[in-house]
């Protein structure tokens, strides 16, 4: 069965810090376009970040640019999201999402989201005092 699954989510104060995992099974995660999601409450899904494969180029929506990170590591199969300075609308279920086409090149978060064929289930990211 080939799916995603994300880790990492919880529970954190404005200004704090949350590190996000994907990783796969099924399929090698290594050789597609990776992005990540997130859908706030009442609020339609957006793209937040991707990254190309096999790693060297990245995107992000503005409201993150600077605050996230999005990386991969070919060796454990995983896509990280690290987000620092976390505010309350950064709240939400963020998903990671595979591309249908291995070794796609260059991403845009602008991207439409039905090149993702592959999506994870969510995790719960909730930013407040």
């Known amino acids: 069965q080939l799916q995603l699954v994300e880790s990492g989510g919880g529970l954190v104060q404005p200004g704090g810090s949350l590190t996000l995992s994907c990783t796969a099974s099924?399929?090698?995660?290594?050789?597609?376009?990776v992005a990540w999601y997130r859908q706030a409450p009442g609020k339609e899904r957006e793209g937040v970040a991707c990254i190309s494969y096999p790693g060297r180029h990245t995107n992000y929506a503005n409201s993150v640019k600077g605050r996230f990170t999005i990386s991969r590591d070919n060796v454990k199969s995983t896509v990280s999201l690290q987000m620092n300075s976390l505010k309350p609308e950064d709240t939400g279920v963020y998903y990671c999402a595979a591309d249908r086409n291995p070794y796609a090149g260059v991403c845009s978060v602008a991207d439409g989201q039905d090149r993702y064929v592959r999506w994870g289930q969510g995790t719960e990211v909730t930013v407040s005092s």
């Open positions: 099924g399929f090698t995660l290594d050789y597609y376009r």
